[in-house]
């Protein structure tokens, strides 16, 4: 939690120093993001929506890799084609974020069912925030797991904001879970700032849903502390003071780290330890991504068809032209 805290800070950072195009955050979720992916094993799919860095970070995706992402440079895997934080890892087993709001809940399904049919001690988590159940994707995610009965978790993050939209403007109802109930589907709600409950709630999921193969809806209660991203101005809809309550009071890593130090597991002079060690890291990682070049032009036209169809090699040639054109316009880290 500690090292995606940090990260968080630091990366956000840069991109109000114009280093990064965009960057969004997992402040006040860190709990839910790490938590989880303890209680989870390698083989569990895992299908996120954009707030879930942390159980990469957790899997093994190294700092350097979340950098070459942000940056979009040759080593990025996605070949600099998607924006920031659009993570994504095969070896993983972390499916690349994607833009629109909650494709990834029916495609949860559909890959849990295919579990179900290989036979696989597996299960697959779903991560999506409470404005996507706004989306019709959600009832057509959670149904079709219903009747097919797939291995899924549906893991909500009720952070109380979809951007600018509190939840009391989304829905009436009691929450999350109650929705998952009315598809037949076992809920249940948890305290998304305690670590442990979160890691609790997340293995007795897993463990029923491979064991009796059905889908389980968890819903997280947090707040999200951050700014919806670096293109969003929260103290614009919502009130400051309640934002720093949330951020100290309330804060999942602080209380997380006062349990382990009443135990003596943990003291002030080890966190003072890590926390340099990590910024030091983090620091590295950009610098490093930030020398790295870009992916070469050729790219924008790859992995899609067998045999660049014509329209597209006219593109091509027309940027060339430009290029040709205008060489002092085109960046100089874009190999031609």
Same mark, same amino acid.
């Given at each position: ?8 800070? /630091? ?9 990064? &195009? ?9 709990? #839910? ?9 390698? *083989? ?9 860095? =942390? ?24 070949? =600099? ?16 974020? +994607? ?8 495609? @949860?399904?559909?890959?849990?069912? +295919? ?37 899924? /978790? ?7 904001? @979809?951007? &600018? ?8 109802? *009691? ?13 249940? !709600? ?11 709630? #997340?293995?007795?999921? !897993?463990?029923?849903? #491979? ?12 707040? !999200? ?5 670096? &293109? ?10 309640? #934002? ?23 003291? *002030? ?32 036209? =790859? ?6 169809? +014509? ?7 027309? /940027?060339? *032209? ?15």
């Amino acid at each position: 939690m500690v090292a995606l805290q940090i990260m968080d800070t /630091i990366f956000y950072e840069a991109q109000r120093q114009g280093r990064l &195009s965009f960057y969004l955050t997992s402040t006040g979720e860190e709990a #839910i993001n790490i938590a989880s992916a303890a209680a989870l094993t390698p *083989d569990d799919i895992v299908l996120p929506q954009y707030r879930e860095p =942390g159980v990469l970070l957790w899997r093994g995706f190294t700092l350097e890799e979340f950098a070459d992402q942000l940056f979009g440079n040759k080593d990025d895997y996605g070949k =600099g084609r998607q924006m920031p934080i659009h993570y994504g890892s095969n070896k993983l087993n972390y499916f690349t974020v +994607s833009s629109p709001l909650t494709t990834q809940l029916p495609q @949860a399904a559909g890959v849990a069912y +295919s579990l179900k049919m290989d036979k696989k001690e597996a299960c697959v988590v779903v991560y999506f925030g409470d404005g996507s159940t706004s989306e019709g994707d959600f009832h057509a995610g959670l149904n079709f797991a219903a009747v097919m009965e797939s291995p899924v /978790i549906f893991l909500c993050r009720n952070n109380g904001w @979809a951007i &600018s939209t509190p939840v009391t403007e989304q829905f009436r109802s *009691d929450g999350i879970a109650i929705k998952g109930q009315a598809y037949g589907i076992r809920s249940i !709600r948890v305290d998304g700032n305690d670590a442990l409950a979160v890691y609790s709630a #997340i293995r007795a999921a !897993r463990q029923i849903a #491979i064991k009796e193969q059905r889908p389980i809806l968890v819903e997280a209660m947090t707040y !999200r502390v951050s700014h919806h991203s670096t &293109s969003d101005d929260s103290t614009k809809y919502r009130c400051v003071k309640e #934002i720093e309550q949330w951020r100290t009071e309330k804060n999942p890593v602080t209380r997380f780290r006062k349990w382990i130090q009443t135990n003596d597991w943990w003291d *002030d002079q080890n966190e003072t330890k890590l926390r340099g060690n990590i910024r030091k890291q983090v620091v590295e990682a950009i610098q490093a991504a930030e020398k790295v070049e870009k992916p070469p032009l050729t790219d924008l036209f =790859g992995d899609v068809y067998d045999k660049i169809p +014509s329209n597209l090699q006219e593109q091509e040639r027309f /940027i060339r *032209d430009t290029i040709k054109k205008y060489p002092e316009e085109y960046p100089s880290d874009v190999p031609v």
